[in-house]
């Protein structure tokens, strides 16, 4: 009778562990995901840090708003148990639109493996292509509930391509080790990160323009108040449809340009996009916005007029129109031309404020901070970095919209206002270097 006793109550006690090992190990499924970004100071693009592989390390990452594939260099220094390169003309090819094999003619490492998948990836500052081998891997992302961090979420098998270290050539930021593809791509982070998670394909960003506090993605159920500290946020986010490229790329439909409420008179033909040229494109890759040669002159000059009795000084490459700041009126007292574009609802317009249209390009020198992108550039009007920063992007991809708001600093706050420093401190990563 002890025996069968004894042997129920282990029985009993085995299930118990099984139902509560169930209920402890349930499929965590967050409403919101959230990257903390930073500005770096010698290029004055934004970098965010990624938790991934086992162990798991946090990697530095250039932020592509237009990139298809998270793409990281594996020639040097990859280590993970959990890594995986899944064979040609597998779904996880044809996920990534892939239809050829990779082949590697060195010792079987990451990123170098036969038959497995051959992805095109692109640095996003040089525009060099180079062929990657697809691969799998842990990836981790602080979550959100409510107003507060939440656990860490977490994709065992989160795809992405393994690229080798040539591909980094060009102006990056020191250390990053690759680049978060934000594009309207299947394994691009919003469509992955959403797929996985069942949130839906969305994501919001708040860049900040400080270099010592750190700005936001945001991705799932738009946390607007959370993001920036302002209630009601939402109501004064203007949107407008927005256009994918043929590399995923996005693009919004800018009709004319206004300075200080006067129409520039430029060939408005430029900014309609034919075979993905043309048109406007939003970057998070641009430093500076970008005009096509004859709308750059033409808009300069326009400027000039509105910027009465500030004098010229010789310009400082990239720009092209520079001023003595000594000359510039108080920020307090405006005086500063500001900015439209106006999209294809003539009521709705993306407005840049007159003292964010110069930037310090050197001591006692203030630059008009558009460059000029030269003839037949692949868009009309590339709205760079500078110009999105303090500004709420909200991308929801299920509408084909985009919602924006003003400068954040005129409600006053800005896209540092989000406190990443409980998600920062909730686990030790080992820093990728």
């Known amino acids: ?106 010792a079987a490492r990451p990123g170098c493996h036969n038959n497995t998948c051959a992805v095109m990836t692109i640095n996003p500052l040089t525009r060099r292509y180079t062929v990657a081998e697809l691969a799998q891997d842990v990836v981790s992302v602080q979550s959100i509930q409510g107003s507060n961090m939440a656990q860490i979420a977490t994709i065992p098998n989160f795809l992405f391509a393994c690229a080798p270290s040539s591909l980094l050539q060009g102006p990056f930021p020191k250390s990053v080790q690759g680049v978060a593809g934000l594009g309207h791509a299947p394994v691009a982070l919003p469509l992955q990160l959403g797929s996985h998670f069942g949130f839906p394909p969305q994501f919001s960003l708040c860049l900040s323009s400080s ?16 993001a920036t500290g302002v209630d009601n946020i939402s109501k004064s986010m203007a949107y407008t449809p927005l256009s994918i490229g043929p590399q995923a790329e996005y693009f919004i439909l800018v009709k004319s340009i206004k300075i200080n409420n ?67 009126p108080p920020t307090r007292l405006g005086g500063y031309p500001n900015i439209e574009f106006v999209m294809q609802n003539r009521n ?18 203030s630059c008009l901070a558009f460059v000029d992108g030269g003839l037949n550039p692949r868009a009309s009007i590339v709205i760079g970095a500078y110009h999105l920063e303090d500004h709420l992007l909200h991308f929801d991809l299920s509408n084909s919209k985009v919602g924006y708001t003003s400068s954040l600093q005129s409600h006053p706050v800005n896209c540092a206002n989000f406190n990443f420093t409980s998600a920062l401190t909730l686990e030790e990563d080992t820093m990728r270097d």
């Open 262 to 328: 006067k129409t520039v008179p430029f060939n408005t033909s430029l900014l309609s996009a034919t075979r993905g040229f043309g048109g406007t494109l939003i970057s998070t890759t641009t430093p500076y916005t970008v005009l096509e040669h004859s709308i750059f002159k033409t808009f300069a000059s326009f400027f000039i007029q509105q910027f009465v009795g500030v004098p010229q000084v010789k310009s400082v490459p990239p720009f092209g129109l520079c001023f003595n700041s000594h000359n510039l």
């Open 1 to 106: 009778m002890a025996s069968t006793f004894n042997f129920l109550l282990i029985f009993f006690a085995a299930l118990f562990f099984i139902s509560d090992s169930r209920v402890v190990r349930a499929p965590f499924k967050p409403n919101s995901l959230v990257l903390p970004v930073h500005k770096d100071t010698a290029t004055g693009l934004h970098v965010a840090n990624i938790r991934k592989s086992t162990p798991r390390v946090s990697v530095p990452f250039l932020v592509d708003l237009n990139g298809n594939f998270l793409w990281v260099v594996c020639d040097q220094n990859y280590s993970s148990s959990t890594y995986n390169a899944p064979f040609c003309h597998s779904t996880q090819c044809s996920r990534a639109g892939d239809h050829y094999c990779h082949k590697c003619h060195s």
């Open 348 to 365: 709705v317009s993306w407005t840049i404020l007159g003292v964010d249209s110069l930037v310090n390009a050197r001591p006692n020198v």
């Open 211 to 226: 270099t010592n506090t750190s700005g936001g993605i945001f991705f799932g159920n738009a946390p607007f108040k959370l």
